[in-house]
């Protein structure tokens, strides 16, 4: 009888943090189209507050996703391969389709919103900002209609965005967790809680923003954080029960990690039903929005990141250390950097001097 050991060389990991950075971004960005648009019809019951803030970070994810896109592929030329060389089988290929559309429709919606407040602007005392005021191209008016109806095509450009980034991962047959339903829904239904937290976080640097959200924003907000940290819980726990040959539940450190990421859903839904308190104080804002982006993370992380260190053909273990360069923390810090100088810039534009009701950028003079 012959033994012969087979060994499986270390490998480099397929999807860098990067990846990461690119669902967590770009699944703020359409989940917030999705929940402008539900603000926007409901706007004379929501505040301009709350509306600028969704269409504000919708346009960054759309901007920053992409971004780190680029890095994931460890060459920004690289990208325009998928162009040059289209095939249309390929649900990467398709993304090269979807992303560049949705993105021009977030910018075009939040220009077309936020128009009036780019008008005051004018008034300004800096005079770098006085220019801006340029951006307007004109003194026509969007009517409430035609901002619905580029709202909604916004809406569905970003559903192709869930769908191609959802199966763009679960295709892949090889990792048992990935190819399965409850991966690209997990991804997804946690998009809306980062939505929520960006949109907390984006609201923080607004002037006077305190007691600013009515009663139909908080109902908002506590119902898509306690819907989608439910559907979150349970997905993880199905989640984590997909896997043929490896138990997840009887590795220590797997547990660990369905444990971090089902409690950082249950804090969530814990800080959802107290919304009415938390969004009314500066440190409850800032610790729901903290606590909603901490959880879409953890869940992105653990589901893409952690589950490549389960070994496909060898029963040895494959830990990953996070480096310091910028596939690692610098990638990550200098992307939420990025995000934190644009939310900045656009914190100048938004005027909160008008209410939902008066926002005349929603005026009813069909010119567009």
């Not at 991804?187 to 949109?199: L, R």
Request: aromatic share 12%.
């Amino acid at each position: 009888m012959n033994i012969t050991e087979v060994l499986v060389p270390a490998q480099d990991i397929a999807w860098l943090p990067w990846a990461v950075q690119y669902f967590f971004y770009i699944g703020s960005a359409y989940a917030a189209a999705i929940l402008f648009l539900i603000a926007l019809i409901f706007k004379d019951s929501t505040s301009h507050l709350f509306r600028s803030s969704l269409v504000v970070i919708m346009a960054i994810g759309a901007i920053v996703g992409p971004l780190a896109l680029t890095g994931d592929l460890h060459q920004p030329g690289r990208a325009w391969h998928f162009y040059a060389h289209l095939t249309p089988w390929s649900w990467m290929s398709l993304g090269s389709l979807f992303l560049p559309l949705f993105s021009g429709l977030t910018v075009l919606t939040a220009w077309l919103y936020l128009r009036e407040d780019i008008a005051q602007l004018k008034h300004s005392d800096n005079p770098f900002l006085r220019k801006l005021a340029l951006l307007t191209l004109g003194q026509w008016q969007v009517s409430s209609k035609q901002l619905l109806i580029v709202a909604s095509l916004t809406v569905l450009s970003g559903l192709s965005i869930a769908v191609y980034t959802g199966a763009e991962i679960a295709v892949i047959a090889s990792r048992p967790l990935w190819n399965q339903p409850a991966s690209p829904l997990l991804w997804f239904t946690t998009a809306f809680i980062a939505a929520i937290g960006f949109t907390l976080l984006m609201s923080a640097f607004l002037p006077s923003s305190k007691g600013l959200f009515t009663a139909c924003d908080q109902k908002i907000i506590k119902n898509t954080v306690s819907l989608n940290g439910v559907l979150g819980v349970i997905l993880v726990s199905i989640w984590a029960s997909n896997h043929s040959h490896f138990s997840l539940y009887e590795n220590s450190d797997w547990v660990i990690n369905i444990t971090s990421m089902t409690a950082a859903l249950l804090v969530c839904i814990l800080l959802s039903f107290a919304s009415e308190q938390v969004l009314n104080h500066r440190v409850g804002l800032a610790l729901m929005s903290f606590t909603c982006l901490v959880c879409a993370w953890v869940v992105r992380w653990v589901t893409m990141m952690e589950v490549q260190t389960i070994p496909r053909f060898d029963a040895g273990a494959f830990p990953y250390e996070l480096p310091m360069g910028s596939a690692g923390w610098l990638g990550i810090i200098g992307m939420l950097g990025l995000w934190l100088a644009m939310a900045l810039f656009a914190s100048e534009v938004i005027s909160l001097r008008k209410n939902a009701a008066s926002h005349s950028s929603l005026s009813r003079t069909p010119n567009l």
